[in-house]
Nanobody
Framework: EVQLVESGGGLVQAGGSLRLSCAAS????????IGWFRQAPGKEREGVSC????????YYADSVKGRFTISSDNAKNTVYLQMNSLKPEDTAVYYC?????????????????WGQGTQVTVSS
């Protein structure tokens, strides 16, 4: 069974940092890019960042570029999202998924379904 489990969310003040983790199982990790998505209340889900498991190439949405860093530990089948300089507009439920990841865009999930996500709340 394909599973991607998000963790690491929480409540943080503006300017603070959080690190999200995405633990993957049930599929060959190296065959897929892994993406982080988020959905704020009343808004559509949007792609935030993704990383190719094969070559490590990455994509970042303009809204997070320079503040967020995605990384992958292939030995642990885990992808991380380091979020610095958080802003109130980063408040959302964050999800990870096996995704497609291109130089200027991303999308998913390619396999499996959305998990429960992890809530990130940034107070002003």
């Amino acid at each position: 069974e394909v599973q991607l489990v998000e963790s690491g969310g929480g409540l943080v003040q503006a300017g603070g940092s959080l690190r999200l983790s995405c633990a993957a199982s049930g599929f060959t990790f190296d065959d897929y890019a892994i993406g982080w998505f988020r959905q704020a209340p009343g808004k559509e889900r949007e792609g935030v960042s993704c990383i190719s498991s094969s070559d490590g190439s990455t994509y970042y949405a303009d809204s997070v570029k320079g503040r967020f860093t995605i990384s992958s530990d292939n030995a642990k089948n885990t992808v991380y999202l380091q979020m610095n300089s958080l802003k109130p507009e980063d408040t959302a439920v964050y999800y990870c998924a096996a995704s497609w990841c291109a130089i200027a865009t991303m999308g998913g999930p390619l396999i499996g379904s959305w998990g429960q996500g992890t809530q990130v709340t940034v107070s002003s």
